[in-house]
């Protein structure tokens, strides 16, 4: 009965553990990890591509992804001095365009936006034009 209850417990522990290392190779199978000759690759994608292109055009840089090449990495350089400005360029234009449609949408609902502030006593009623 004891070495019973032990083999149970053996078991049991060698399945937890095979388990978890399922989940481990499942993990690594899609990083881009090779379990049989543990190389690693990228697995690039367009929405991977994208996102590095924005951190660098952006100047965030997670350091996610990096050119490991000296060509890539003159690529990026380059990629960068003439993206950056372009970028910035770019983000001022969206900019003005969310802010004229926020000044026009306050200036078509400023009156409703106070009657409903007023009604949830979130500002004093104004006096009555006479």
């Given amino acids: 009965s004891s070495a019973?209850?032990?083999t149970t417990e053996f078991y049991e522990g060698v399945n937890s553990a095979l388990s978890e290392y399922e989940v481990v190779c499942s993990e690594a199978a899609s990083a881009g990890v090779d379990i049989?000759?543990?190389e690693y690759s990228f697995?690039?994608?367009y929405i991977q591509s994208?996102?590095?292109a924005l951190t660098?055009?952006?100047t965030i840089g997670y350091g996610n992804f990096a050119a490991e090449t000296s060509g890539g990495r003159f690529f990026c350089l380059l990629f960068g001095i003439i993206g950056i400005p372009f970028m910035l360029s770019v983000l001022a234009d969206?900019?003005?365009i969310f802010a004229e449609i926020l000044q026009l949408a306050w200036g078509n609902n400023k009156d409703r936006l106070k009657l409903l502030a007023e009604k949830l006593h979130i500002i004093s009623p104004s006096p009555e034009k006479g």
């Fill in 50 to 52: 994208c996102f590095f």
């Fill in 43 to 45: 697995n690039w994608d």
């Fill in 56 to 58: 660098i055009l952006t």
């Fill in 94 to 96: 969206v900019g003005g």
């Fill in 4 to 6: 019973e209850g032990n």
């Fill in 36 to 38: 049989v000759s543990k």
